[in-house]
């Protein structure tokens, strides 16, 4: 496979499951995201991670639990959401050059 | 912090016209990126073009071009000979020079329709 996959690509949960999102780049790319995208509102960066160590948290709740066990792994780990959490997870990867974001397809969550 | 508008919520355009998407951003750096995104419906984000703040020549890329104005902080995409497949969400985001990271903020987006 090529470019960014994420897995699965919908997911819906009750508010008491626990479930956990997977993104995977096969570019090479140093650097690693999580964005949340809703209805009607920009692109929300969620995390960070540059060669694993993450850089940034944007004041994520603590009900979403990232993970980045390596350079090309990224996990984002749900539970006890809330239904307006539903959202389209977009996962992400550059190489911190200014070229841009490679983006994956998203996950569509739907939380119940 | 840098922020990114888009006054546009929707535009539509004749197959075969041309159709300018407006972008402006705020932000006190002189040295940053600038790029459209483009999310056809139920399809992965792509990216369409980038510019670079320090080079005064507008980017292009095949049937898309920018007008950069940096004093005006301005960043507009032209699409030219719109096809059908250019229907999508049109997304412009910026990105800071400072850091290692690629951290994008993003403009609420233009849903652009293509009529035949």
């Known amino acids: 496979e090529t470019g960014v996959t994420q897995t699965p690509r919908h997911l819906v949960m009750g508010m008491t499951n626990k479930k956990s999102l997977k993104c995977e780049q096969h570019?090479?790319?140093?650097?690693m995201y999580w964005y949340k995208q809703s209805a009607k509102k920009p692109l929300e960066l969620m995390f960070v991670?540059?060669?694993?160590?993450?850089?940034e948290n944007n004041s994520v709740p603590s009900r979403f639990s990232p993970e980045c066990p390596n350079s090309s792994h990224l996990f984002l780990h749900l539970h006890t959401l809330q239904p307006e959490d539903s959202a389209l997870y977009l996962c992400?990867?550059?190489?911190?050059?200014?070229?841009?974001?490679?983006f994956g397809p998203g996950t569509r969550l739907t939380v119940l | 912090a840098q922020t990114v508008t888009q006054s546009q919520p929707e535009m539509s355009v004749q197959e075969a016209e041309t159709v300018t998407l407006s972008c402006t951003y705020d932000t006190s750096e002189s040295d940053y990126y600038l790029f459209w995104y483009k999310q056809p419906p139920s399809r992965q984000m792509i990216l369409v073009i980038r510019?670079?703040?320090?080079?005064?020549q507008n980017a292009t890329e095949n049937r898309f071009s920018v007008n950069f104005q940096k004093a005006a902080k301005s960043f507009s995409l032209k699409i030219s000979d719109s096809q059908l497949g250019d229907a999508a969400m049109y997304f412009c985001?910026?990105?800071?020079?400072?850091?290692?990271?690629?951290?994008?903020?993003f403009g609420k987006g233009t849903k652009l329709t293509v009529n035949p």
């Open positions: 991670y540059n060669f694993k160590e993450q850089t």
């Open positions: 510019q670079e703040a320090y080079k005064q």
């Open positions: 570019l090479g790319h140093n650097a």
């Open positions: 985001a910026y990105r800071s020079n400072q850091g290692g990271s690629e951290k994008l903020v």
């Open positions: 992400a990867s550059s190489q911190g050059t200014g070229t841009g974001h490679f």
